[in-house]
């Protein structure tokens, strides 16, 4: 097996994840990347087609909560780097069962933390190597018609999820504190773009629409979000990751202006299920 340096991505099969792994291994013809992916439901190989055969790709599949699972990883590869996706991310699911949210979106992040310090410790690299951690804007919980969040706004988390990508931050940010690991976080809106999980609120709308079904929407349909291309993003990502500044948090996200739907035959008053 490789031992040359590899950046480790985790949750590389999901969404965002396969398309920053497509970005990255494109961006950077020749650097390695460890890919591990529990393969849930919203995984799936087939979104990483486009790379699977190359070299430089090596895939894991296994749980990031499982450190026996981590530190193999570790010391089967040179882990220069670890950009951390997985997680269990939808909000109506964790609504109905939060566990594996507080397992894969606490406990994991907690495992991984601990084989990367360890690791990098035992090299003498622990304020070189960088540890990036994927989380969302949903942390700070809902803005009023006005304003905007900052990254000094403080967590108001407001369902399973969210509190628990939140307590991740704050492990992540404890590593920076304790241990001066070179930790940095970047807290995105809602993104949208291609091999998004067709349950979500763009596919589901688009779906739909095209079958000319009645649109469902969350409350009284004038909640208004703030929507990111997901290639943005991966740039977005590649930034904060090459040159935030170790401790930091950065929000990312489009700005967008507020906008109505006007027609009252797209409101069905009910939740997305
Ligand atoms: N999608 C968004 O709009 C959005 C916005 C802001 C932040 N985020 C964050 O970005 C990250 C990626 O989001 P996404 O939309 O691509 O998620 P996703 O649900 O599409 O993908 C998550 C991936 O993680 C894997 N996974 C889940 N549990 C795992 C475990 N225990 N071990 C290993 N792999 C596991 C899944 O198999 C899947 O491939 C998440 O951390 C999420 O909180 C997402």
Redesign the pocket.
């Known amino acids: 097996m490789s031992k040359n340096p590899a950046l480790l991505i985790?949750?590389g099969?999901?969404?965002?994840?396969s398309n920053f792994i497509t970005y990255y291994l494109k961006k950077y013809p020749g650097r390695q990347l460890v890919n591990?992916?529990?393969?849930?439901y919203?995984?799936s190989r087939e979104n990483l087609m486009e790379v699977e055969n190359m070299d430089t790709y090596h895939f894991v599949h296994?749980?990031?909560?499982d450190e026996a699972l981590v530190r193999n990883v570790f010391n089967e590869f040179d882990i220069e780097g670890v950009v951390h996706?997985?997680?269990?991310?939808?909000v109506d699911k964790s609504i109905a069962d939060s566990k594996p949210f507080i397992l894969?979106n606490v406990l994991?992040t907690g495992v991984l933390l601990e084989a990367a310090r360890k690791d990098w410790e035992k090299k003498g690299l622990l304020s070189k190597r960088r540890f990036h951690h994927?989380?969302?804007?949903e942390v700070y919980g809902s803005l009023g018609g006005k304003g905007k969040f900052t990254e000094h706004t403080p967590y108001n988390p407001s369902n399973p999820y969210s509190a628990s990508?939140a307590g991740a931050n704050m492990l992540v940010k404890s590593y920076y504190t304790t241990y001066g690991m070179n930790v940095v976080l970047s807290s995105?809106?809602?993104?949208y773009g291609p091999r998004q999980?067709d349950e979500k609120l763009l596919p589901t709308i688009i779906r739909k629409a095209l079958s000319l079904e009645p649109i469902p929407i969350y409350g009284d349909g004038m909640n208004v979000r703030d929507w990111l291309y997901v290639g943005d993003h991966c740039e977005a990502i590649d930034m904060v990751f090459h040159k935030g500044k170790a401790g930091e948090s950065y929000n990312v996200g489009v700005g967008m202006k507020k906008r109505t739907l006007n027609s009252p035959n797209l409101f069905v008053n009910n939740l997305i299920k």
């Open positions: 985790t949750g099969a999901g969404f965002i994840g591990i992916d529990k393969l849930t919203a995984g296994g749980d990031v909560s996706f997985a997680a269990e991310s939808h894969t994991g994927i989380s969302t804007d990508k995105s809106s809602n993104n999980h």
